[in-house]
């Protein structure tokens, strides 16, 4: 099992930040960071900072020179998928072919109401979610894209240039849906992340991704498993690493321990420090 890091940027500050994915580049323990794609805090005040996602990752790719980076996960919604593949071939080329793709079909209600930006019912949020998939693997991949749906109609398409990871950066797929999410993980996915719970539910939605990949003759062993593991704010590394290990057991790749704010680079070595002491 391998492990990452994530610094949700709210409430924090960018040198906080910036000094976490530095420090942490420097240990090689850690074979990712991540940031999120919201406007909002989440599950806090939603009237406190927040810095927008993509932005942030872009700067941190830069202030890295080995990390993986990503955003866990991008909402579709927000931006037009022909937009997000342009952001995305860009930024995997900026980092030297760093960028893991994360997308979503998005659920932050406040937000996206806040912002006027359609979020529409769940079956809504997942028909387009689908297209946005076809959409982004076909400019991500393709040399021209046409493409005729109902949230999104593209005609001769271009997205040059391309970045180095081909035939597309690794698209991560979060949720645990079981009606749509973990189909359209199976599909369309590279790497599925499972945003938090027990080792029994993981292993539940492990098999069931399973079985969908079955249902279409692909082997699930294709498809990166993830999982968040959150750090409380007692900074508890030993007991973070220890929920990453059950985790592990069942089949876990790669953990993902989210980080509490305020953001010290030195807790990234303290949890460096519990992974190594475990082996």
Excluded at 93 to 105: D, N, Q, T
Excluded at 210 to 221: Q, S, V
Aim: proline share 6%; charged share 20%; net charge negative.
């Amino acid at each position: 099992m391998r492990f990452a890091f994530k610094t949700s940027p709210q409430n924090t500050t960018w040198a906080d930040m910036l000094a976490v994915w530095q420090a942490a580049d420097e240990i090689d323990v850690f074979e990712s960071g991540w940031t999120f794609d919201h406007f909002y805090p989440i599950f806090s005040d939603p009237t406190g900072p927040c810095l927008e996602g993509w932005v942030t990752l872009t700067a941190l790719a830069q202030a890295t020179r080995r990390l993986r980076v990503g955003v866990m996960v991008t909402g579709v919604h927000y931006r037009h998928p022909a937009v997000l593949a342009n952001m995305a071939s860009a930024l995997d080329i900026i980092s030297g072919g760093r960028l893991e793709l994360g997308i979503g079909a998005g659920w932050n209600e406040e937000e996206s109401g806040a912002y006027g930006i359609e979020l529409g019912s769940i079956r809504e949020r997942f028909d387009r979610f689908e297209e946005a998939c076809q959409v982004l693997t076909g400019l991500l991949s393709q040399e021209s894209t046409t493409f005729h749906g109902r949230y999104y109609q593209l005609t001769d398409a271009r997205n040059e240039p391309k970045g180095p990871q081909q035939p597309h950066p690794p698209i991560c797929i979060g949720g645990s849906g079981e009606k749509r999410t973990l189909p359209l993980t199976a599909r369309y996915a590279d790497h599925w992340n499972f945003v938090g719970g027990t080792p029994a539910e993981f292993a539940h939605k492990r098999d069931v991704l399973a079985a969908r990949c079955a249902d279409i003759g692909r082997d699930p062993a294709e498809i990166t498993l993830s999982a968040h593991v959150r750090m409380e704010a007692d900074l508890d590394c030993a007991k973070a690493v220890e929920d990453a290990l059950a985790l592990g057991a069942e089949g876990l790749d790669l953990a993902i321990v989210y980080l509490p704010t305020p953001h010290n680079p030195a807790v990234v070595e303290q949890l460096a420090q519990a992974i190594r002491d475990v082996g």
